[in-house]
């Protein structure tokens, strides 16, 4: 059977670091067992949902490399979503309910009062048809329940392993509300059978839906697919990351300079055995992907983590990678000088920086002329290699006696007015001679 998995984002705000391990645990799935990958617009909630939010998760993604094979949006599709209400429906499995909230709450509370856990008691399973029209002539509207099974329902989850939910122990789950719309548990089932959905892979947050929907997925004719339920993301402290994931979008990230394979080198290996490094293609990861490393324990997200393996992707990036981009940022000088810059870089933007450094204006710095004289005199003759700053040093050491510190860094404050840079045997040849000499005039 070939894999068939599906990302379902509700466009009612930007992708995040959470959403993004989720696509990403999906994708590496898909890829690696020659499946297929569906994007699904969970956009029912046509109130919250919007066009720009929904664009937005598409170009991240794209940017993110994470490709999919199909989409469609949930908006397009509500006569599926009542063919499937109906059925349900005639199958006495969806029951029209009629208390208002405030009448929930008062029956929860006095359930916990009592010491009960604040499960919906099916009162409206004993409405008459009479009970029934006088709340419809009130002008109540009903909200629509799935009737559960009250048994347990287990499967066999591919991160959590044998999971067993006791539907006994749930609210018959509202599937319909008063004004019509539909909550997301139905469609997605609805959508799951139709696209013939093998694997669904999603946050652990979902386990219980996975019972309900276990239930749903059986009484409208389909077999459910096989679920894998990750562990969740916490912050680097441990502490819950629900409520900074609205700083953690994805196009924030992007705007900071962060590299795409940063955020998927962290997001993949978080909370897996795996060893956390930076890799700079999706084949990679997706090779190394396995449900077996997946831990229970959440995973801890650590921004510093992300900085620290976009300077390890850059530094691992060919020259033919990063050229296109080093020319939109008019940083583009030939393969020696990323060789040369490519270790001192953490974003790909301080590339301009480095770049400065070479075609100018610097700003020499120069403590003792009278040294920066001799240094100018010293220069090795002809076009500047390489080599020619081991030549030019080791000739200023025995004209001078100079070493270490006092020997380098003089030269390196007149060539390029910083105390640190890249190697200078590799950034000499790319200043030249004629720079080199005018700088150290100062
Ligand atoms: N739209 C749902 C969500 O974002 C999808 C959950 C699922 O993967 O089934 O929570």
């Known amino acids: 059977m070939t894999t068939k998995v599906r990302f379902a984002p509700s466009p009612t705000g930007r992708l995040h670091v959470g959403n993004v391990r989720t696509a990403l645990t999906n994708v590496l799935y898909a890829r690696q067992t020659g499946g297929t990958v569906l994007l699904r617009i969970d956009d029912t909630d046509l109130e919250r949902s919007t066009k720009a939010y929904e664009d937005g998760i598409r170009a991240d993604l794209?940017?993110?490399?994470?490709?999919?094979?199909?989409?469609f949006n949930q908006s397009g599709r509500f006569d599926k979503y009542k063919a499937a209400a109906n059925k349900l429906k005639s199958l006495g499995l969806l029951y029209p309910a009629?208390?208002?909230?405030?009448?929930?709450?008062?029956?929860?509370?006095?359930?916990?009062?009592?010491?009960?856990?604040?499960?919906?008691?099916?009162?409206?399973?004993?409405?008459?048809?009479?009970?029934?029209?006088?709340?419809?002539?009130?002008?109540?509207?009903?909200h629509w329940r799935f009737k559960l099974s009250g048994k347990p329902v287990s499967w066999t989850d591919l991160v959590r392993g044998d999971t067993t939910i006791d539907t006994a122990s749930l609210s018959d789950p509202i599937l319909i509300r008063e004004d019509g719309s539909y909550l997301y548990t139905l469609p997605s089932v609805v959508d799951d059978i139709e696209a013939g959905i093998t694997t669904i892979i999603r946050?652990?947050?979902?386990?219980?839906?996975?019972?309900a929907?276990?239930?749903?997925?059986?009484?409208?004719?389909?077999?459910a697919p096989a679920f894998g339920h990750k562990a969740l993301l916490v912050g680097a402290d441990g502490g819950k990351l629900s409520k900074r994931l609205g700083t953690l979008a994805i196009s924030d990230l992007r705007e900071e300079g962060l590299e795409p394979m940063a955020?998927?080198?962290?997001?993949?290996?978080?909370?897996?055995?795996?060893?956390?490094?930076?890799?700079?293609?999706?084949?990679?990861?997706?090779d190394s992907f396995s449900f077996d490393k997946f831990s229970r324990?959440?995973?801890?997200?650590?921004?510093?983590?992300?900085?620290?393996?976009?300077?390890?992707?850059?530094?691992?990036?060919?020259?033919?990678?990063?050229k296109p981009r080093l020319a939109a940022m008019g940083a583009d000088d030939g393969e020696a000088f990323w060789h040369a810059v490519r270790p001192n870089l953490e974003k790909l933007s301080d590339a301009v920086d480095w770049h400065q450094l070479i075609a100018g204006p610097v700003d020499p710095v120069i403590e003792d002329a009278a040294y920066a004289r001799q240094a100018a005199e010293s220069l090795p003759d002809g076009k500047l290699t390489t080599r020619s700053w081991g030549e030019w040093t080791t000739t200023l050491k025995a004209e001078t006696g100079r070493k270490g510190k006092d020997l380098f860094l003089p030269?390196?404050?007149?060539?390029?007015?910083?105390?640190?840079?890249?190697?200078?045997?590799?950034?000499?040849p790319l200043i030249g001679r004629e720079r080199v000499l005018r700088r150290l005039q100062g």
């Open 203 to 211: 946050g652990e947050d979902h386990v219980t839906n996975s019972g």
């Open 411 to 428: 030269l390196r404050l007149a060539l390029t007015g910083q105390r640190h840079g890249p190697d200078m045997s590799e950034l000499l």
């Open 62 to 71: 794209e940017w993110l490399g994470l490709n999919w094979d199909e989409s």
């Open 263 to 286: 955020i998927l080198s962290l997001l993949a290996k978080i909370g897996t055995s795996d060893p956390i490094e930076p890799v700079t293609n999706l084949q990679a990861l997706i």
């Open 213 to 223: 929907q276990i239930e749903i997925f059986e009484a409208l004719g389909g077999e």
């Open 297 to 322: 324990a959440p995973a801890r997200f650590d921004p510093a983590e992300l900085h620290r393996l976009n300077a390890g992707v850059l530094h691992a990036l060919d020259y033919v990678d990063v």
């Open 98 to 142: 009629y208390e208002t909230e405030d009448e929930l709450d008062r029956k929860r509370k006095i359930q916990r009062a009592q010491g009960k856990p604040p499960v919906y008691d099916r009162a409206a399973l004993d409405l008459t048809d009479a009970q029934k029209a006088a709340y419809e002539a009130e002008g109540r509207k009903p």
